[in-house]
């Protein structure tokens, strides 16, 4: 019994300068009082969530902890939850203006990410449009499809013929190239828009 005690006690003092921590530690948004839904399937627990520049650095009850934020916004009734994925969107054209890049109707509806280029249409030279996307800047998350229609275009073009033996050996290079303009998801979500594949 006398060791499990002092086992304990070990550990509360471990622990305690990580407690001491996250109770002085400042964020830059706290949202207060919101149904937290994390994703997993769990069910909804009231909390309060803090960012810290592009980053969730705590969930839990603030004022318990101390919180200090820069902003804190009232969210109680409100659901708070990660960012939505619609692998399915026709946002091609509005990326690529100036006046639409924000994708703000995907955002209000709690979309973070798109995935576009769907239905053979995507661009085949996706590395160049991310770079776009990366320096003009884009209001989402946003990964593109390599469009089978594109690289039909580029291969045979669009008539009904069978392939030619020409066509076929262009066509069994082109997988190359177009993987060379493939990112990978773990490069997609670190450095999205780069154009070095890893």
Known sequence: MEMKFRCLCRI?????????????RPVDLLLRGGQV?????????????????DRIVFVGDSAKLRIRAARTIDVKGLVVSPGFIDP?????????DAAR???ECYLMQGVTTVITGNDGGGP??????LAKWSQQGIGTNAALYVGQ???RREV???????????SEGHGRRRPRHVHGSLLRPRQLCQDR???RAR
């Open 12 to 24: 509360a003092l471990l622990l305690a300068p990580i407690g001491a921590v996250a109770q002085t």
């Open 37 to 53: 839904v994390d994703g997993s399937g769990s069910a909804p627990i009231t909390a309060d969530v803090g960012t810290a520049g």
């Open 88 to 96: 399915h969107a026709h946002v091609l054209e509005d990326l690529a």
């Open 101 to 103: 890049k924000t994708n």
């Open 124 to 129: 085949i030279q996706s590395r160049a449009m």
């Open 149 to 151: 229609g594109a690289v």
């Open 156 to 166: 045979m073009g669009m008539s009904d013929a069978a392939p030619t033996a020409q």
């Open 193 to 195: 828009g780069s154009d």
